[in-house]
């Protein structure tokens, strides 16, 4: 018991208190933030990141289809490594990926795909906050990082996976918030991943309506495509399938409350 009393005491001492890595070496603590830097920095210098559009996956989709038809596999694979490290960036324009999947691979896979690719991005910069710029972000956003605090003091996995299915605020301001209020790694994960399936199959099946819509626009533009000039009309987008996802989308977004006042009621 002397043993165990100590080794908790060491390991309540080294990391704060509270779950974080306190007396971490500079180096340790600021090595994941430096990487993602540099992966940005690259992305940005050598023009990468300008091919994370619509228009620029339209432009070069005989390409893209003709690899991920040889290549299944290995696309899925790739687009999932791609899309984790765009969502641990933070970038805007992860979302236009969902999109993408959905074109590339089909709403269904494509969707699931992008979760994976999503929740494992998710889970990275989760880690890094809390390890790395967790004390300082805090600081910094106190007053908005403590109105959610009594919901994840709560039930912190019934909370994330409320602001998971409405996506009320940006996707990568949850991803970092759960960390600031010392959420475990695996709730976080879970909800992260269960709550954000209805949204992304939603633009997934989005994404899979956009090939016929782009072969029209090629009937009547022809050469619109490679010119990366087709006009796309997002109501056209809007199938019988989307209009299905979309409405299990909000049904699915009332699980949490239903949840939240059956465990009010008494047995």
């Given at each position: 018991m002397g043993t165990t009393n100590q080794n908790t005491q060491t390991e309540d001492a080294a990391t704060?208190?509270?779950?974080?890595?306190?007396?971490?070496?500079?180096?340790?603590?600021?090595?994941p933030v430096g990487i993602i830097a540099v992966v940005f920095g690259t992305a940005w210098?050598?023009?990468?990141?300008?091919y994370v559009s619509l228009s620029s996956i339209i432009k070069h989709r005989e390409?893209?289809?003709?690899?991920?038809s040889d290549n299944f596999v290995l696309g899925i694979a790739g687009f999932i490594l791609i899309y984790a490290a765009l969502v641990a960036i933070s970038f805007p324009g992860a979302s236009l990926l969902t999109i993408a999947a959905g074109f590339l691979f089909g709403g269904l896979t494509g969707g699931l795909a992008t979760v994976v690719g999503a929740t494992l991005g998710a889970a990275i910069i989760f880690e890094i906050a809390k390890s790395s710029f967790g004390d300082t972000l805090e600081k910094r956003t106190g007053k908005f990082v403590e109105k959610m605090?009594?919901?994840?003091?709560?039930?912190?996995?019934?909370?994330?996976?409320?602001?998971?299915?409405?996506?009320v605020f940006p996707f990568w301001v949850i991803n970092i918030v759960p960390a600031l209020l010392n959420m475990r790694l695996g709730p976080y994960v879970l909800a992260t991943f269960l709550g954000i399936i209805p949204g992304t199959l939603a633009y997934s099946y989005i994404g899979s309506g956009l090939d016929s819509v782009i072969m029209?626009?090629?009937?009547?533009?022809?050469?619109c495509a490679a010119a990366g000039t087709c006009e796309i009309d997002p109501s056209t987008l809007i199938t019988?399938?989307?209009?299905?996802?979309m409405v299990a989308l909000g049904?699915?977004?009332l699980l949490p409350v239903i949840v939240k006042k059956l465990r009010r009621k008494p047995l």
């Open positions: 704060g208190g509270d779950g974080k890595t306190g007396n971490a070496s500079p180096l340790r603590k600021w090595l210098y050598a023009g990468w990141l300008d390409a893209l289809g003709g690899f991920v605090r009594k919901g994840f003091q709560e039930d912190s996995f019934l909370y994330l996976l409320t602001l998971r299915l409405t996506p029209a626009q090629e009937h009547a533009n022809p050469g019988k399938d989307v209009i299905i996802a049904i699915i977004s």
